[in-house]
């Protein structure tokens, strides 16, 4: 049986510990409890540590337990996430779903019913891996019924997507719901055709793949989704951003997250591999159409990154660079780009606090993208290169000053004293203690 990593995040101390020691009294197949009293401590362990499940808490000081479940997911999608909340609120619970949270439970605890649902995710989690294709369409005829949009409504959106004028009532008598008033469009190209299966393996496939599409999207997502070419699925999302949107995560943000989702599940399920172009959010029908074109675009962009697979298509509009960029100017941007970065946080690693996230807006390109060009250009991620510069500079300080563990932890943006050690030894494999002798 697999054992399981849990990570639990409160800002009360003393919960952390009432949870930990309900969970390793428990039985359950848990090998290790970490515990993290801020969400920028529990985004350190989810960088250094195999986490499995991150059980948080949702209003705390500093990070929100939604933003760190948006960040989290974007380090590692197949994470799992629970939420333990006081705060009852709707509009906190919604978002915590849409951003893949399990469950959404009350405090205080019901332990039974706490364990219960704690047990049925990690029994149901899988942590990544590859799956070969004809395994993959196997599963299919075990999981999937197939499903998909009536062809007159999949006809209707295909005529707004290529800028048919569309009436409304018509739109609505055949069952489609646009009432937006916000949009966007998001299309995943499939690598299905190239494989060496019989053609009813791959319909089977591409069956099962909008099917894990729509899995994804039901439930807090309004959404159409429909295969607009053989092996093209085209996503159409409305938005109410009064309703919808969460201060610490936009819409760009969440559909980024979305998308790495859709790509690590089709490779975990059906071993597709898939690349996926995301538009801008946009006001009404009359934009659908040029926010179809961007999604295209946004796929297109692959062709001078092959090695990556979600692109959103703001970030080509970065810059002095044209609409269609040549490989030159592609590079010049690129290196602008992971350049600003760079210099940003050589002036503020030491800021406590700092995250992928506060990096992209300086510099105004999304994470997904920085994240990805950030190590194909320095050859280590973002967040190692945090790291090194603050435990290069605690180190300088714990030989040449006096200054104690918690003056130095403070000095590079660690929040307390005891995380930054455990930084530390991780690091250089000793404690502040034991290098300083």
Same mark, same amino acid.
């Not at 540590?49 to 974007?74: C, F, N, R, W, Y």
């Not at 005529?159 to 469009?185: C, I």
């Given at each position: 049986?697999?054992?399981?990593?849990?990570?639990?995040?409160?800002?009360?101390?003393?919960?952390?510990?009432?949870?930990?020691?309900?969970?390793?009294?428990?039985?359950?197949?848990?090998?290790?409890?970490?515990?993290?009293?801020?969400?920028?401590?529990?985004?350190?362990?989810?960088?250094?540590?195999?986490?499995?499940?991150?059980?948080?808490?949702?209003?705390?000081?500093?990070?929100?337990?939604?933003?760190?479940?948006?960040?989290?997911?974007?380090?590692?999608?197949?994470?799992?996430?629970?939420?333990?909340?006081?705060?009852?609120?709707?509009q906190y619970a919604q978002?915590?779903?849409?951003?893949?949270?399990?469950?959404? @439970?009350?405090?205080?605890?019901?332990?039974?019913?706490?364990?219960?649902?704690?047990?049925?995710?990690?029994?149901?989690?899988?942590?990544?891996?590859?799956?070969?294709?004809?395994?993959?369409?196997?599963?299919?005829?075990?999981?999937?019924?197939?499903?998909?949009?009536?062809?007159?409504?999949?006809?209707?959106?295909?005529? @707004? @997507?290529?800028?048919?004028?569309?009436?409304?009532?018509?739109?609505?008598?055949?069952?489609?719901?646009?009432?937006?008033?916000?949009?966007?469009?998001?299309?995943?190209?499939?690598g299905i055709e190239d494989r060496p299966f019989a053609g009813k393996e791959k319909e089977l496939l591409r069956y099962g793949a909008l099917n894990i599409v729509c899995e994804l999207l039901d439930g807090e997502w309004r959404h159409h989704a429909f295969f607009s070419g053989r092996d093209e699925i085209t996503v159409v999302l409305q938005w109410d951003l009064s309703r919808d949107q969460e201060a610490s995560v936009s819409p760009i943000h969440q559909m980024e997250m979305l998308a790495r989702s859709m790509h690590h599940n089709l490779r975990k399920v059906l071993g597709i591999g898939c690349t996926l172009g995301i538009s801008q959010v946009l006001t009404g029908l009359r934009y659908l159409p040029e926010l179809n074109e961007q999604s295209r675009k946004a796929i297109e962009w692959n062709r001078s990154h092959d090695d990556h697979h979600v692109f959103y298509y703001g970030d080509l509009q970065r810059g002095p660079v044209r609409e269609d960029p040549t490989e030159e100017e592609l590079r010049v941007q690129n290196n602008r780009i992971v350049e600003t970065a760079k210099a940003y946080i050589d002036e503020h690693y030491a800021k406590k606090g700092l995250t992928l996230l506060e990096v992209a807006q300086q510099i105004h390109v999304s994470p997904n993208y920085l994240s990805y060009l950030f190590k194909k250009y320095m050859g280590c991620n973002l967040w190692e290169y945090v790291v090194k510069l603050r435990m290069e500079e605690s180190r300088r300080l714990l030989l040449n000053t006096d200054l104690r563990r918690y003056e130095i932890a403070e000095r590079v943006g660690y929040e307390s004293p005891e995380h930054f050690s455990k930084m530390f030894k991780k690091y250089f494999g000793a404690s502040p203690s034991e290098l300083k002798k």
């Open positions: 049986m697999p054992v399981y990593t849990v990570l639990i995040v409160d800002d009360e101390p003393l919960i952390c510990q009432g949870i930990r020691s309900l969970l390793a009294d428990s039985g359950l197949p848990i090998r290790n409890i970490v515990t993290a009293t801020s969400g920028h401590e529990a985004l350190d362990h989810v960088r250094m540590e195999d986490v499995d499940l991150i059980i948080t808490d949702i209003q705390m000081p500093g990070m929100s337990g939604i933003e760190l479940m948006h960040q989290a997911k974007m380090i590692k999608p197949w994470v799992q996430t629970f939420v333990v909340s006081a705060h009852e609120s709707f978002m915590a779903i849409r951003l893949g949270a399990k469950d959404y @439970l009350i405090k205080p605890l019901d332990h039974g019913q706490f364990l219960d649902r704690v047990r049925d995710v990690l029994l149901t989690a899988e942590k990544p891996k590859e799956t070969g294709l004809a395994e993959g369409a196997e599963a299919v005829r075990e999981r999937f019924r197939m499903r998909e949009l009536k062809p007159r409504q999949i006809e209707a959106l295909k005529g @707004l @997507l290529e800028g048919a004028p569309q009436d409304a009532e018509s739109l609505e008598a055949l069952g489609l719901d646009v009432r937006g008033p916000y949009f966007s469009v998001i299309k995943l190209q499939l």
